[in-house]
C-alpha cells in the first residue's frame, strides 16, 4: 500500500458474505472458501490512495466492497490514462494473473473512501489447479471479459462523444430498465472523460447538449436519465 492512512480491517459477516458472491469465489464449497478467506487481505482506503502501482510485484487480486477505483496506466505522453473505473462488486487485477505475469501493468488508485478485500494470488492460483469448477467458472468470466473488450474498442474507435457518454450511463443501470433512472458518477468527470477517451471539456459539452434535449437532469454528481427509450436510441445500431 502506498498511503499510509490505509486502514487495515477485520472481515466481518457483511464483507464474508459479499464475497461469497464474488464471480472469482461464487463455485467454491464451504470449505473451500473458508480456506481461501484466510488469505484475504481487507483494507479501508481514502480518496486518492494508490492500492498498487504499474511495475508492482503481483500479489493480490482484488474485489471492490465500497467506493471506486479507477484503473489507469502512463502514457508515452506522460498522462495517466484511465482504462476503467472499478465500481462495487468488480474484481480486478486478476488477468494479470490468469496470463501468467509477475507484475501489475497499471496502477489502481482510489476514487473516493474505499474499502477493498485482497486475495492472495498464489493461493487461488493454487486453488485453481484443483477445482475444474472453478476453472470453467473463470472460462465464462474471461470470454465475457473478452467479449466486452472487443465492444470497447468498437465503442472507443468507432463512435463520438455522445455515443461513448450515453452507452456510458446506461451501463450504470439494469438492461430491463425503462423508467426514470439516477446515476451517479463514481469518478471526477475528468477522469470520466479520460475514461472515455474524450477531453473533458467535450464531456461536459455533450452532458449540457443532452440535459438541453430533456434527456437527462444534471446536479454535481448526480445524473438522472429522463428518458432511458430515447437515450437507447441514440447508440442503437
Known sequence: MKNT??????LNDFILNTMRQCVLLQP?????????SQTFHATQ????STLFEQGDM?????????????IQRLAPNGDDKVLEIIRPGQTFAEAVLFLGGSRYPVSAVTLSSSTVVGINAKAYLKMLNT????????LG??????????????????HNATFRLVDYLLSHIPADSNDRADVTLVAP??????????????????????SKQGLISLEGSEIELLDIEKLRQLISL
Open 5 to 10: 492512512a490505509v486502514k487495515r480491517i477485520e
Open 28 to 36: 467454491l464449497d464451504t470449505e473451500d472458501f473458508d480456506k481461501i
Open 45 to 48: 482506503l481514502p480518496d486518492n
Open 58 to 70: 503481483l500479489t493480490y487480486i482484488y474485489f471492490l466492497v465500497s467506493g471506486g477505483v479507477k
Open 131 to 138: 477445482s475444474n469448477s472453478l476453472c470453467i467458472n473463470l
Open 141 to 158: 468470466k474471461l470470454s465475457q471479459r473478452l467479449h466486452w473488450m472487443v465492444n470497447e474498442m468498437d465503442r472507443l474507435t468507432l
Open 189 to 210: 468527470k475528468h477522469v470520466v472523460a479520460s475514461r472515455l477517451s474524450i477531453k473533458p471539456e467535450t464531456l461536459s459539452r455533450t452532458l449540457k447538449e443532452l
